[in-house]
């Protein structure tokens, strides 16, 4: 089956979402495309007790602030999970799911979507799609070695499943630091990291995130100094569980190890421990694999842009991956100002032509 549209946004997480908000604004036919069956994007997966890094107010999508979440400063995932199916729902978006795209192609003046249900002609794509779905896993001598478990952050749920277990969590920045901190109290807990953890201070929320990473952005863009962006502050946002923990003294890191051996890990001294899981908090990279038709991406798999749009593409536009395409727009509290820049882009680039 064959359809057309002015606009195919790829991924109907919280970035497909604002997209979707700019583009009904703008009065653009358009339809997004979400291989997920229900709403709520990758933060439906995300483990129990994961929280926000701001207050409800400060991390909502563009046109509906997120309500407070009852006893909650910051909110949980599964609340942002029915804020998102909420603000889908308000703003009647039109979204097919479960549709997974197979791939972008050029088709004349169209680009050609091409998914497991049919075929999406278009003038104009945003993609969307983030990165939980690319988990990133280094390579580390040994790694087939290992007895026991390894597993990724997208795998990981509640620290029900390890207690009384040897568990070795790889990775300092804040997944790193949280699944951490989850573990602490019921596990044999090693925390390896690439360098010493540097926490934020305790009164940095994700708000604060947003203004830095937009003020960098700015000064690159007028040729200033580069100030360094959040990555200036630390890695590791202090929220209160975190916190907790680490005021508690059970939040200690170890140097990363150099190799893992048949019951756990080794450091170049020689030294070992042992271990029933190892658990990578590694990050992620773009889930960019549908555009890859299009021959567009550079070295790190990156695409090369001007603001959302990709160079080598203008009708092509990407939301969601990082500060690379758009200060902060891989947040709810960011997105919503790359999602308006990029309809706006769009809505001037069908208008000339026709």
């Not at 990709?310 to 919503?336: K, Q």
Request: aromatic share 8%.
């Amino acid at each position: 089956m064959s359809h057309t549209t002015q606009v195919v946004v790829i991924g109907g997480g919280q970035s497909g979402l604002a997209a979707g908000y700019h583009l009904r604004r703008l009065g653009l036919d358009f339809v997004v495309l979400d291989a997920q069956s229900t709403p709520g994007g990758a933060w439906q997966h995300a483990w129990e007790s994961l929280r926000l890094f701001s207050p409800a107010a400060y991390s909502s999508l563009p046109g509906r602030l997120m309500p407070p979440q009852a006893g909650e400063t910051y909110p949980e995932a599964q609340h942002v999970v029915q804020y998102l199916a909420d603000y889908e729902k308000r703003y009647e978006l039109p979204v097919e799911r479960p549709v997974r795209v197979l791939g972008v192609h050029r088709d004349g003046r169209l680009l050609r979507v091409e998914t497991d249900s049919g075929t999406w002609h278009a003038r104009s794509v945003i993609s969307s799609t983030g990165t939980w779905w690319r988990p990133f896993l280094p390579a580390v001598p040994g790694q087939g070695a290992f007895g026991g478990r390894q597993m990724h952050t997208v795998q990981y749920r509640s620290p029900r499943d390890f207690a009384g277990r040897r568990v070795i969590v790889v990775g300092g920045g804040n997944s790193g630091a949280q699944l951490a901190a989850d573990l602490a109290y019921d596990t044999e807990l090693t925390w390896a990291t690439q360098r010493p953890p540097r926490f934020l201070a305790d009164d940095i929320d994700g708000r604060a995130l947003f203004d830095v990473a937009t003020a960098r952005r700015r000064a690159l863009d007028a040729g200033r100094t580069d100030t360094g962006g959040v990555a200036s502050l630390g890695d590791i946002v202090a929220v209160p569980p975190v916190r907790e923990v680490r005021d508690r003294g059970l939040l200690k890191a170890s140097p990363m190890f150099s190799r893992l051996v048949p019951d756990g890990v080794e450091w170049a001294d020689g030294t070992r421990a042992e271990a029933d899981v190892i658990i990578w908090c590694t990050g992620f990279r773009p889930a960019l694999a549908h555009l890859s038709p299009l021959g567009l991406r550079h070295r790190r798999g990156r695409i090369p842009m001007a603001g959302t749009r990709a160079l080598a593409e203008p009708r092509l536009h990407l939301l969601g991956y990082g500060d690379w395409t758009g200060p902060a727009s891989a947040t709810l509290i960011g997105v919503g100002r790359a999602a308006r820049d990029a309809a706006r882009e769009i809505g001037r680039l069908l208008a000339v032509d026709g």
